[in-house]
């Protein structure tokens, strides 16, 4: 169902999310769009198929994130020692409820953003977000520059295996030992790759210019983004929870506030 | 600055700020693997990689440099950092922000300073605003993620950052623009010689966005500092306020001779600290001095990390054990009379409602 909606509104929902998080940084409030969130890649039939790396990633910062936030705050109520008291010594590193919470509001932050930016990334065409922005009157000139990022990314990847294979097999490995042999490194992965692309420069803009790119104000498209009823009415849910955490955090909403 | 900066941006430009962006886009893969060899070889799970930010801002700078106009760097942020999203990046729409404001940063540099070319002052201030923006990183993402951190963590990772910064999107790209332009694929915009004279007419407008951008970024950083990050406030003083009448920032020099000293016992549910002795002001003395409103009916009483309590206004004027007193991370409010839960570190404000 995510597919269907307009690529704008996803990236504004995207934003109006992340912003209501941070407006009212509650770990209830965090967790429930988590869930919703988990639940729009369910609607979507999008799996949440992401590499083990990637994974570990994802749970080793937000248990970073935890403990930081569990170390940093001292008050509330104290719940253990992290190091007992022995003896005359100790105790130290309490963990207090209070930093407990802290530390799960900011992991379930990062997990939202993350989850969220996913989801919009795997529902999201990036040639139709490029046409939704020129409906926002932003000109065609430059939300085509997106696009042409995006198009050229496989190729650029592929250059970049080839340069390192290439150097590999003129005995040329990475190294980071000393900045000389950092700087080293990246020189040699760098330059070959830019001069590469910006010798790519010439011969794309000149048969964009060749084909009249720019000279109207308009241009025809393959293929269009839509507004549908539906979008209409995820604007409405959108604006509405974005109101929500301003009144929540304003203190207008006390019985919402004692529940989430 | 070029004299071509308020011409309007041609196909070409927008071509090498696409190129350009979906390159540093696909290398950042490429740079998270040397930041995590760089973690390797000092033997650190993580931190080391804020060595390698000024990578991220090399293409901004090669941007800017390259397609010489107003506001380059900032497209080429907010398209590097789209580019990055859409490629999976592991700080999802975040990392579109940090690459922005990089990009902004680097923009108002390049307002500031003009064209790029390889001599004196200008090369310097280059460098540096590469290095600030290599280092904004720290904020924008501590704003997202780290809210809390301790200031002096603060400064460590983003001086490092900084460092990155100079080396990698000051020094070596300097070294790129000038091997591009040795190898004949970059024709203009980067000179060794210095730029013609502007008249000084042209200067005051030109410098229009520039000390547009300087102001927010002040009032920005003020903002940010004072009221969010409160990094420069005294630890050893709070804010008295609400519904007061005489709003002030309290510190005890200016009660000095008001001093009381109670024995307190802290009783918490897993902690208990033997009774001891504390000298400080009563919280009831500092209310008085805000002169609270009449119809005033509790105090809230803010820490640095956030937490808070709420005390009904009539106990804590009639309370003779309930003060606040010195301690080595900052003011400390000890309540002998209530659970150790109330008892708190690093008071910074009391709001009286």
Sequence with gaps: ?260 | MSNDQNISITTRNIVTIAILASLGGSLSTFVGYLGNLINLSLGVPFGAGQFMAGLHVFWLILIRVIVAKRGTGTMGGLLKGLVELFTGSTHGLVIVAVSMVQGLLIDLGAEIVGTPHNSGNTKLVWWLSAGVAAASNVFVLQAFYFSGAHWILLTVIALLAFSSGVIFAGYFAWETLQFLKDSRVLSNSFSSTRPPTVSRTGVTYRNLPAIGLIIFITVGSLYYTVAVAQVFSDPYSCKVTGLVENPFTYSPQAFAGQEVTVQAELQGVNIHLDPANYTGILLSTILEAAIPMAETTGVRIVARDGYAILLDLDEVMIDTHLLLTEAEDGLWLIASNYDGALWIRMVTTLEIY
């Design chain 1, 1 to 260: 169902m995510l597919h269907r909606l307009n690529p704008s509104l996803k990236l504004a929902g995207l934003i109006i999310i992340t912003t209501a998080i941070l407006i009212y940084p509650s770990w209830r409030f965090s967790g429930l769009l988590l869930l919703l969130t988990i639940l729009g890649y369910k609607i979507s039939n999008v799996p949440l198929d992401v590499s083990k790396k990637r994974i570990r990633f994802l749970v080793a910062f937000s248990a970073l994130l935890f403990a930081f936030q569990v170390l940093m705050t001292a008050n509330g109520t104290i719940l253990f020692f992290i190091i007992p008291r022995y003896d005359f010594m100790g105790p130290f590193l309490p963990v207090t409820d209070f930093g407990v919470e802290k530390g799960f509001g900011m992991s379930l932050r990062f997990l939202l953003v993350v989850f969220s930016s996913m989801l919009f990334v795997s529902v999201t065409d990036p040639t139709l977000l490029a046409h939704s922005f020129t409906r926002l009157r932003i000109p065609y000139r430059y939300s085509f520059a997106l696009v042409i990022a995006l198009r050229f990314l496989p190729l650029f990847d592929m250059e970049n295996k080839t340069v390192r294979m290439a150097q590999r097999s003129r005995g040329i490995s990475i190294s980071v030992r000393g900045m000389s042999r950092i700087l080293r490194t990246i020189r040699y992965t760098f330059f070959p790759l830019l001069i590469s692309a910006l010798s790519r420069v010439d011969a794309l803009s000149l048969s964009m210019d060749g084909r009249g790119f720019g000279h109207s104000r308009t241009r025809t498209y393959l293929r269009k983004s839509s507004w549908i009823a539906l979008d209409s009415a995820v604007l409405v849910l959108l604006s509405t929870l974005l109101l929500t955490s301003i009144l929540l955090t304003l203190g207008f909403l006390p019985q919402v506030s004692a529940i989430i």
